[in-house]
């Protein structure tokens, strides 16, 4: 069965960077688009962008353009998220999500969340 | 680009239907049948209840439909039951590659 498995809780100061990963297993990782969403205290959630897990491909929102960065391993199926010079803010449930069925722009299976504190 | 509007609550008794609305404009929801709903129980990941407007994945329960009109989606709950207490997403392809969500619903089972 399709599983996306992240890494765990961080713990991070300001200015700090954290790098979130996305294990994929149960399918032909290349064939999916990786989306990463957050969902930061209290309601609502973020979109930050995408990569094409075959070409490497990315698009980031305009919110996190030059800050955040998106990459893969297909050798090992795991995609990452990298968050630079962390601000308090940024503190949020960090999800990767599976883009299925292909080209709906709907996340058909998500990674189980990874809790993201920004503290001094 | 902006969040797509939804009410911040919604509540129905068990056994009647609910409607949640998700508002954009017309460079997202009135100009794309991209849209998806999701399911979220604090604590939990998400889970994809309607794509492409009104289509259901495998799995989820014939109670739950989606609609479109203009710049405005909808899902409709009906048959409410206890565990469909949860929050409500709606997203919409926003174009250039984007996409957008929306506030999100709270739906209580009274």
């Known amino acids: 069965q399709v599983q996306l498995v992240q890494s765990g809780a961080e713990v991070k100061k300001p200015g700090a960077s954290v790098k979130v990963s996305c294990k994929a297993s149960?399918?032909?990782?290349?064939?999916?688009?990786i989306h990463w969403v957050r969902q930061a205290s209290g309601p609502g959630l973020e979109w930050m962008g995408w990569?094409?897990?075959?070409?490497?491909?990315?698009n980031y929102a305009q919110k996190f353009k030059g800050w955040v960065t998106m990459t893969r391993d297909t050798s090992i199926t795991t995609a990452y998220m990298e968050v630079t010079n962390l601000r308090s803010d940024d503190t949020a449930v960090y999800y990767c999500?599976?883009?299925?069925?292909?080209?709906?722009?709907?996340?058909?299976?998500w990674g189980q969340g990874a809790l993201v504190t920004v503290s001094s | 680009q902006s969040a797509l509007t939804q009410p911040p609550s919604a509540s129905g008794s068990p056994g009647q239907s609910v409607t949640i609305s998700c508002t954009g404009s017309?460079?997202?929801?009135?100009?794309?049948?991209?849209v998806s709903w999701y399911q979220h129980h604090p604590g939990k990941a998400p889970k994809l209840m309607i794509s492409?407007?009104?289509k259901r994945p495998p799995g989820v329960p014939d109670r739950f439909s989606g609609s479109k009109s203009g710049n405005t989606a909808s899902l409709t709950v009906s048959g409410l039951q206890a565990e469909d207490e949860a929050d409500y997403y709606c997203?919409?392809?926003?174009?250039?590659?984007?996409?957008?969500f929306g506030g999100g619903t709270k739906l209580t089972v009274l």
């Open positions: 999500a599976r883009e299925g069925p292909i080209y709906t722009s709907a996340f058909d299976h």
């Open positions: 017309s460079s997202d929801v009135g100009a794309y049948n991209s």
């Open positions: 997203s919409s392809y926003a174009g250039l590659n984007n996409l957008v």
């Open positions: 492409e407007v009104s």
């Open positions: 149960g399918y032909n990782f290349k064939d999916y688009y």
């Open positions: 990569i094409n897990p075959k070409s490497g491909a990315t």
